[in-house]
Nanobody, 116 residues
């Protein structure tokens, strides 16, 4: 049974930081590239960052230089350190495999709200 459990969201002022975590089970974590995705009202879910099984990161232009993705294969956990947060970063953040997602296995996500 695949499970992706996100945590670490919250309410923060613009310029603040949050660290998101995603614990994965039921998948062979070490062989999968992983990604963080963001859902905002009225928009399609978008990829914000991904990390290869070897640890190479990629970022959407909108978060480059502010977000850092990392992974701990022993803990089957992927992280997203978010600094210099902006109101437009507000949304529900999910993790999943990358670039092809496990479509039927989205977690509950974690809400990030950035106030101006």
């Amino acid at each position: 049974q695949v499970q992706l459990v996100e945590s670490g969201g919250g309410l923060v002022q613009a310029g603040g930081s949050l660290r998101l975590s995603c614990a994965a089970s039921g998948i062979i974590f070490i062989i999968n590239d992983m990604g963080w995705y963001r859902q905002t009202p009225g928009k399609q879910r978008e990829a914000v960052a991904s990390i290869s099984r070897g640890g190479s990161p990629n970022y959407a232009d909108s978060v480059k230089g502010r977000f850092t993705i990392s992974r701990d294969n022993a803990k089957k956990t992927v992280y997203l350190q978010m600094n210099s947060l902006k109101p437009e970063d507000t949304g529900v953040y999910y993790c999943n495999t990358s670039p092809r997602v496990l479509a039927g296995y989205w977690g509950q996500g974690t809400q990030v709200t950035v106030s101006s």
